[in-house]
């Protein structure tokens, strides 16, 4: 074995020689269900958006291991570029079981395993041959790790990791919110409410950081405005669009794919027309319908469909783009923090935030437009309907309930829900309750 990739084994795993693995005491609310996955035999892939903490999660899983192994049976290797051969991860595999390893129960962590050409078919011989061994990996182009999850069918468990959310993000800044327990209901937002009214205007302060910069555990605490923008624009956008999604698909035209983004980002939460959005671009609908698709598998947008109880209607019909953040979006357009001062461009923000956190959670998320132009921002699809509109706004009038009274009348549905910028109240219109909550209180209940 080459003398310097035996060196950089050892330095991997300095818990063999008594040393122990040092990894950051926060942790994440996903871990514990990363834990649960340990336990089976199946590849664990940890997937998601770049710069959402991938590497420390595996990291913490490690320590969390050490405590119930033998040191000596857990394997951990970060590739970098001149180890990328299928021929190299074989070689450090058998190094581990044939020098370092016990009969005992294996695990091996294997990071950036996207640099390594072919990895998931070596991975697979290893995993048929060698029953005790339990495989996790990861990397920041999730993409590449995703498509070869294909080829892993059945031997392979994808565990998304979502950005930082808003209660992870007030923990990362040392502000602990009261235990609560909330499914949508307005009596428990409520008592969210209530019980966290002393931090109240806290609450508020860092809502608007985390629209700022928020997803992201490495911005947590930064405040510096070229930082954050400098970060997010090349560690995440620019990583994705020039190296991810152009390694793994044919992407001919980079500045439309980056043009898409840069619509997505003024347009976040809009509807998506892809002839429209071709001839902004200049290049045509098949195009624009490849370059959203390797944008949704790269984590960057999410595209929600109308709702209909026809499936085959709902394909058919319009749909909505979201980006995955606000902060890529404020990333993208260079805003400063002057930014979160207009409501009016705050409010399609801050529809996507809530967009996506419910995707996170419920998986079924939709939106409600007729022909008519009646349209709710969100619908949960789960035991019942609930329509959600986000009016981030100080006032809510009657006629801002209309369409969300409508959806109700037409798909006899009792309750709604309004996502304001600070009323915290309960209205009635003939039989239908909607619950008006604050932004920050509906983000800590999801």
């Known amino acids: 074995m080459d003398e310097r990739l035996l060196r950089e084994i050892q330095k991997s795993n300095p818990w063999w020689y008594e040393k122990k693995e040092t990894s ?3 942790k994440r609310t996903i871990f514990s269900q990363l834990l649960k996955y340990l336990k089976t035999k199946q590849i664990l892939a940890i997937i998601g958006l770049r710069r959402v903490g991938k590497t420390i999660l595996m990291k913490q899983l490690i320590n969390h291991q050490l405590s119930a192994s033998n040191t000596k049976d ?7 570029e001149q180890w990328g051969t299928a021929t190299v991860l074989e070689d450090i595999l058998y190094h581990f079981l044939e ?9 091996i962590f294997l990071d950036e395993i996207q640099k390594v050409k072919g990895w998931e078919e070596t991975i697979k011989r290893f995993y048929d041959r060698y029953p005790d061994i339990k495989f996790v990996v990861s990397g920041s182009a999730s993409l590449q790790i995703t498509k070869s999850v294909e080829s892993l069918a059945g031997r392979i468990f994808d565990v998304y990791v979502a950005p930082l959310s808003f209660e992870e993000f007030l923990e990362m800044n040392s502000v602990a919110v009261k235990p609560h327990d909330v499914k949508l209901e307005y009596a428990q937002y409520h008592t969210l409410y209530q019980t966290n009214l002393y931090l109240k205007e806290k609450l508020t302060a860092l809502f608007s950081e985390y629209l700022y910069k928020g997803g992201f555990p490495e911005l947590s605490k930064e405040t510096d405005e070229v930082i954050i923008q400098k970060y997010i ?12 999604i152009p390694e793994e698909f044919p992407v001919k035209n980079t500045m439309a794919l980056r043009g898409i983004v840069e619509y997505v980002s003024r347009e976040t939460s809009g509807i998506l027309v892809l002839d429209t959005l071709g001839s902004i671009l200049g290049i045509n609908k098949e195009t624009v319908s490849n370059y959203v698709e390797y944008l949704k598998r790269a984590f960057i947008i999410h595209i929600i469909y109308n709702y209909t109880p026809s499936i085959g209607k709902q394909l058919r019909t319009s749909k909505k783009m979201h980006l995955a953040l606000p902060s890529i979006a404020i990333a993208m357009e260079a805003y400063g923090r002057d930014v979160l001062l207009h409501t009016e461009i705050l409010g399609k923000y801050v529809e996507s935030l809530i967009a996506v956190a419910l995707l996170y959670k419920y998986d079924r998320i939709f939106f409600w437009r007729t022909p008519q132009k009646d349209e709710v921002d969100i619908v949960v699809k789960g035991k019942m309907l609930i329509p959600i509109e986000v009016k981030y706004q100080a006032q809510i009038t009657d006629s801002d309930c209309k369409s969300i009274i409508k959806f109700c009348k037409k798909f006899n549905v009792y309750r709604a829900i309004i996502v304001t910028k600070e009323t915290l109240e309960v209205r009635k219109f003939n039989g239908v309750q909607v619950d008006c909550i604050p932004a920050w209180v509906f983000l800590l209940g999801i």
Request: charged letters at 25%; zero cysteines; a positive charge.
């Open 24 to 26: 950051p005491p926060f």
């Open 233 to 244: 624009r090349n560690s995440v956008i620019d990583r994705i669009l020039l190296k991810d």
């Open 99 to 107: 020098t370092i390893a016990t009969p005992q129960p294996k695990f």
């Open 74 to 80: 857990i394997l951990f290797f970060t590739f970098e």
